[in-house]
Structures are given as structure tokens and as C-alpha cells.
């Protein structure tokens, strides 16, 4: 039995696509990942986010019928070698098991563009719940200490987390 089609994108979108890559990440001139083209076995969705170490898209994994996040890494950042380095720190992140870390699900190149497959968590980002209302300093600490126990079961696994910041955020006195 094959999968089930997902539950959002329409069958022309899971069944059809070619390779898309992003402009300054892969070979190729697409200006962003495309609805329906494909990176190995998902197929894009949309666009999530871009960051310094690439572009996160929102993806269906045919063969295992779920949606998953997938970060295509910016080719300035990595040589050679880096696939290596890749896989290996794919593989330590796939041991963290922890509710506030992501499930590493895979990890590998498609036409040279480096990938990871990732957990879907459907939700504001931190900076988006931020700015979405005023948050009192209790609200704040939560989250950070939620934040933080990711963090040290990553560090556990000898994992170091590169890009962790807070910006400032409006707070509320009551």
C-alpha cells in the first residue's frame, strides 16, 4: 500500500515536481524553493523561514505520509567535507530525545544541496511569540527555561547550538 496523499496539497502537488534549489544555496535558478518540486523524497510545500545557515521549507514526506521541516544549508558554509561533518551531527542530534528539541528524521544531499529533514512543530516562531502580545516577565522565564532544558539535553549529546538569542521584548507589569 502506497502512502496516503497529505492532507493539505493537492494531488498534482505530491505527484509531480522536479529538484528546486535556492538561489545561493544549490546549483540551479530558482529564487526560492517551489510548491510541488521535490528534494529527495519530500516535496515542498512553502517557505518557513531563512536564516544564516539557510532556508527552513515546509515539506510532505511521501514515503512515511507526514509534513516535515526541511533546512537546506547555504553552500558558502560547507566545502567538500561538510556532508561528513553533517551526517555525523545528524546522528547526534537523532539521539536527543527531549520535548523540547526537534526529531532529527534525516539528512543528505540532493543534486550537491545539503539537507536536513526535521520535525514540523506548527506554531509561532519565539521571535513571533514575542511580538504577539506584551508577555509578562513569569511568561518569559518559562519559555527560556523550556528553552534552556533543549539546550543542555543537546549539550548532553555533545551538540552546541550556534544561533540561540533573545531580542528584546515588550513586557507586561501585572
Not at 536564516?51 to 537546506?72: H, P, T, W
Request: net charge negative; aromatic share 6%.
Amino acid at each position: 500500500m502506497g502512502p496516503r496523499e497529505p492532507p493539505e496539497p493537492s494531488q498534482d502537488l505530491v505527484s509531480g515536481g522536479e529538484t528546486t534549489f535556492v538561489e545561493g544555496l544549490g546549483e540551479g535558478d530558482a529564487d526560492a524553493p517551489v510548491a510541488g518540486r521535490t528534494i529527495g523524497r519530500y516535496v515542498v510545500l512553502s517557505t518557513l523561514g531563512a536564516g544564516a545557515m539557510g532556508v527552513v521549507v515546509s515539506a510532505y514526506d511521501r514515503d512515511l505520509d507526514r509534513r516535515v521541516a526541511i533546512k537546506l544549508l547555504r553552500p558558502d558554509l560547507w566545502g567538500g567535507t561538510e556532508a561528513d561533518v553533517l551526517q555525523r551531527e545528524a546522528r547526534a542530534m537523532a539521539r536527543v530525545s527531549h520535548p523540547n528539541v526537534v526529531q532529527v528524521y534525516d539528512a543528505g544531499a540532493d543534486h550537491g544541496q545539503l539537507f536536513l529533514a526535521m520535525e514540523y512543530v506548527d506554531g509561532l516562531t519565539l521571535r513571533g511569540w514575542l511580538q504577539e502580545t506584551p508577555r509578562t516577565v513569569s511568561d518569559i522565564l518559562s519559555v527560556a527555561q523550556q528553552a534552556g532544558k533543549g539546550l543542555a539535553a543537546a549539550h548532553s549529546a555533545g551538540l552546541i547550538h550556534r544561533d540561540l538569542f533573545l531580542a528584546s521584548v515588550p513586557l507586561r507589569t501585572d
